[in-house]
């Protein structure tokens, strides 16, 4: 479950003092989504990641132990105060991006990637049209990052397919990932599946738990022959033809037939 106290923060930029949400436990059940955004409980704490101070406008995940450096007037730049020229739908947009302009300033190149790709989540979580123009900007903010280990490397991959995927950029994804391999098995279904979704074009939202199981089929020796006439017939493939036998397209008969002669591994 998720704990969350309010505690007075002094501001380490204007000095003032005001209640901040501090997030002090949360929990995860279920898989994370493709970009590995985590499910519940943790997918809903995102109000409490940052704080904001209402006097002069500072965000950081502690206001008050910050190492950053901000000059005022950064805080009332045009390009502060409307995010760039994006108009977000919720405050909560604004303060990721907010964080990533602090961060970029800074040259806390790692802080600034994620402060956008969190920015996208609460994008999708208001409908707001900039998730894609966010996760362009991430794109190019992901380059930047210095991934501190193996596993981040790897994720860093992961979450860049699905970046691409989700601001419409199909056949870069395809591109770049036809020839990906992992070591671990997950991670190749992962990005088998963004191949998949991004060959069908699809931006939409998923999670690791939607990745379609697949199974293994032999023939027997008469069905084979059978199946790989009709493929001649059509001048298709053998799997497009099992395919459509096992798709709505297929009458009862067929189905019957696959059923009594396959051997489902
Ligand atoms: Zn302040």
């Not at 991934?147 to 995927?165: F, M, Q, T, V």
């Not at 939409?204 to 069905?223: F, M, Q, R």
Request: hydrophobic share 35%.
């Amino acid at each position: 479950m998720t704990t969350v106290i309010d505690l007075d923060k002094k501001c380490a930029i204007c000095t003032e003092t005001s209640p901040q949400s501090i997030l002090t436990s949360t929990s995860t059940w279920g898989y994370p989504d493709l970009d590995l955004r985590p499910s519940e409980m943790q997918r809903s704490s995102m109000f409490a990641w940052l704080q904001e101070c209402p006097h002069c406008g500072f965000v950081a995940r502690d206001i008050e132990q910050t190492h950053v450096k901000v000059a005022p007037d950064f805080l009332k730049s045009d390009e502060y105060l409307t995010c760039g020229g994006h108009d977000f739908k919720s405050d909560l947009a604004k303060r990721f991006y907010r964080h990533y302009l602090i961060s970029k300033t800074n040259n806390i190149q790692d802080v600034a990637f994620y402060s956008l790709l969190h920015c996208a989540w609460v994008c999708d979580d208001n409908n707001d049209d900039f998730a894609v123009d966010i996760r362009k900007l991430a794109l190019k903010s992901l380059d930047k990052v210095d991934a501190k280990n193996d596993d981040e490397r790897d994720n860093l991959k992961l979450i860049k397919a699905d970046l691409l995927r989700r601001s419409l950029q199909f056949d870069e994804l395809i591109g770049e990932f036809k020839d990906v391999f992992f070591e671990d098995k997950i991670k190749n279904e992962v990005i088998n599946f963004q191949l998949e979704l991004a060959a069908k074009k699809d931006s939409g939202c998923y999670a690791i738990e939607d990745i379609p199981k697949k199974v293994t089929v032999t023939l027997n020796g008469e069905l084979h022959k059978k199946l790989n006439l009709i493929a001649d017939l059509k001048c298709v493939s053998l799997g497009e033809v099992i395919e459509e036998m096992l798709s709505e397209k297929a009458d009862e008969t067929d189905m019957n037939e696959l059923r009594e002669n396959y051997y489902l591994k």
